[in-house]
């Protein structure tokens, strides 16, 4: 299973499957923190496999631990980009920040509203559904989110 965070000035990343982490702390051609990828539009990752499943809040401790949080997807543009970036690592979803109590809408890590939302949530009437997961939508172009 691997878990991905991506570390930028907006958050970290965690993929269910692998754990990628990312830092816009860069020059214009390597990250400061060793063992990163750049990139022009999500910053510095990484993707770390483990040989098990994590859980969310033990994905989301590992970016805080690696000095980051969940991403946090806020257009369509680093959506795509973010998931074909963990597509050609074999991995289909990634849990990214948003969360919610029943009733209440989504919020970042911060408690903000999300400012993007794309128009197909997948399970976003399951009050138990609590958390957030970036995925391809059916068509294999754009984006969605399905609710955990």
């Given at each position: ?63 805080v ?11 369509a ?71 955990i």
């Amino acid at each position: 299973m691997l878990t991905v965070c991506l570390k930028t000035i907006t958050g970290v990343l965690i993929i269910i499957g692998s754990l990628v982490c990312g830092s816009q702390v860069m020059s214009k051609s390597q990250c400061s923190t060793p063992g990163y990828i750049r990139d022009s539009l999500l910053g510095c990752y990484k993707i770390v496999l483990y040989p098990t499943a994590v859980t969310y809040d033990e994905g989301r401790h590992a970016c805080v631990n690696d000095g980051g949080q969940l991403f946090l997807v806020n257009s369509a543009e680093k959506g795509v980009h973010l998931i074909k970036a963990i597509r050609s690592e074999m991995i289909t979803s990634a849990v990214i920040q948003g969360s919610r109590g029943p009733e209440s809408s989504w919020f970042d890590e911060h408690g903000n509203p999300l400012s993007y939302l794309p128009s197909l949530i997948e399970n976003k009437d399951d009050e138990e559904a609590t958390k957030l997961i970036l995925k391809f939508a059916p068509d294999n172009i754009n984006i969605m989110f399905s609710a955990i």
